[in-house]
């Protein structure tokens, strides 16, 4: 009898030992997003290590990433976002796709877009020039072989988010820009996004370079409204630049409609807030980029 109460205490404790811990189960859960099965596959394999079960999942999504990723490689990303980072006189503007506006709107997919911009404005730090200006555009091969603040490449990073969502994601361009440290940089997106933050995301995106002696912040942010909504190929020389007959037809920035009064040109409202365009750049997602026939050309899958 007293055996069979060892025998059965032993195999007790056994199953206790093995079975996962309830609270580190929630926040195993909690932490990482994956499934409560998986998570507390992850336990029982590693005997309750919170640690050594996170990493395991990690792998193990990666993996399965991977696999997803080279499978969706040939299906359209037609959706997708722009994200826009400054920090002082560093910025970037970021495309990243995929294949549905569900998508594009899900928090993951966001924090990709996160990491991706984040990524892409150390780069732009690290090839700043003694406070001179600089402006570059990346790929998808160069932003594959980007670091994450993290360490690991951002096409793990993409190959990670594609495991977990299920859809073909690529990281289509960015640009960096670097101004001297007496220009001021500014970011904006569109549709503006409901929280501010250092990150913003929107299917338009504009970088802002210019000099004012205007006190009122807004005139950059108004500024990259206009060239967003009215889509300026140049800033346009005064001087050299003839206005076109047809005002909807004008793709010099200086010589256009201001967006927010039409009773002004841009050069006008210039002049009166003294301000000095220097440079300027605009991303619409799903836009053809010179070289590009459509989308379809356009390398994505991580």
């Given at each position: 009898?007293?055996?069979?109460?060892?025998?059965?205490?032993?195999?007790?404790?056994?199953?206790?030992?093995?079975?996962?811990?309830?609270?580190?189960?929630?926040?195993?859960?909690?932490?990482?997003?994956?499934?409560?099965?998986?998570?507390?596959?992850?336990?029982?394999?590693?005997?309750?290590?919170?640690?050594?079960?996170?990493?395991?999942?990690?792998?193990?999504?990666?993996?399965?990433?991977?696999?997803?990723?080279?499978?969706?490689?040939?299906?359209?990303?037609?959706?997708?976002?722009?994200?826009?980072?400054?920090?002082?006189?560093?910025?970037?503007?970021?495309?990243?796709?995929?294949?549905?506006?569900?998508?594009?709107?899900?928090?993951?997919?966001?924090?990709?877009?996160?990491?991706?911009?984040?990524?892409?404005?150390?780069?732009?730090?690290?090839?700043?020039?003694?406070?001179?200006?600089?402006?570059?555009?990346?790929?998808?091969?160069?932003?594959?072989?980007?670091?994450?603040?993290?360490?690991?490449?951002?096409?793990?990073?993409?190959?990670?988010?594609?495991?977990?969502?299920?859809?073909?994601?690529?990281?289509?361009?960015?640009?960096?820009?670097?101004?001297?440290?007496?220009?001021?940089?500014?970011?904006?997106?569109?549709?503006?996004?409901?929280?501010?933050?250092?990150?913003?995301?929107?299917?338009?995106?504009?970088?802002?370079?210019?000099?004012?002696?205007?006190?009122?912040?807004?005139?950059?942010?108004?500024?990259?409204?206009?060239?967003?909504?009215?889509?300026?190929?140049?800033?346009?020389?005064?001087?050299?630049?003839?206005?076109?007959?047809?005002?909807?037809?004008?793709?010099?920035?200086?010589?256009?409609?201001?967006?927010?009064?039409?009773?002004?040109?841009?050069?006008?409202?210039?002049?009166?807030?003294?301000?000095?365009?220097?440079?300027?750049?605009?991303?619409?997602?799903?836009?053809?980029?010179?070289?590009?026939?459509?989308?379809?050309a356009v390398e994505t899958g991580g």
């Open positions: 009898m007293l055996s069979n109460r060892i025998v059965r205490f032993i195999s007790t404790n056994n199953i206790l030992w093995q079975s996962p811990n309830k609270s580190l189960l929630a926040k195993l859960r909690k932490k990482t997003g994956y499934t409560f099965a998986n998570c507390k596959k992850a336990l029982e394999l590693h005997e309750n290590d919170l640690e050594k079960a996170e990493q395991w999942l990690k792998e193990q999504a990666q993996q399965l990433g991977w696999s997803k990723a080279q499978k969706l490689q040939g299906r359209s990303t037609s959706q997708g976002l722009i994200a826009a980072i400054v920090d002082k006189n560093h910025g970037s503007l970021v495309e990243i796709n995929c294949e549905t506006d569900f998508v594009a709107r899900n928090k993951q997919f966001h924090g990709l877009a996160n990491i991706v911009a984040s990524a892409v404005l150390k780069h732009t730090v690290s090839v700043a020039s003694d406070g001179l200006y600089n402006k570059a555009i990346l790929d998808a091969d160069a932003l594959k072989a980007l670091q994450a603040l993290d360490g690991k490449l951002l096409a793990d990073h993409c190959a990670l988010t594609i495991g977990t969502l299920g859809e073909n994601i690529g990281m289509r361009r960015a640009l960096c820009m670097n101004v001297p440290s007496d220009v001021i940089l500014t970011g904006y997106t569109h549709p503006a996004p409901a929280e501010a933050g250092p990150i913003v995301y929107g299917r338009y995106g504009a970088l802002l370079a210019y000099k004012t002696e205007e006190t009122q912040e807004d005139i950059g942010k108004q500024l990259c409204q206009h060239i967003i909504g009215m889509n300026p190929t140049k800033i346009g020389d005064p001087e050299v630049d003839q206005p076109e007959k047809n005002s909807d037809e004008e793709t010099a920035l200086i010589h256009q409609e201001f967006l927010l009064d039409p009773s002004m040109t841009v050069q006008q409202l210039l002049t009166e807030t003294k301000t000095q365009i220097l440079d300027f750049a605009r991303f619409e997602m799903g836009e053809v980029v010179e070289g590009q026939q459509s989308l379809d």
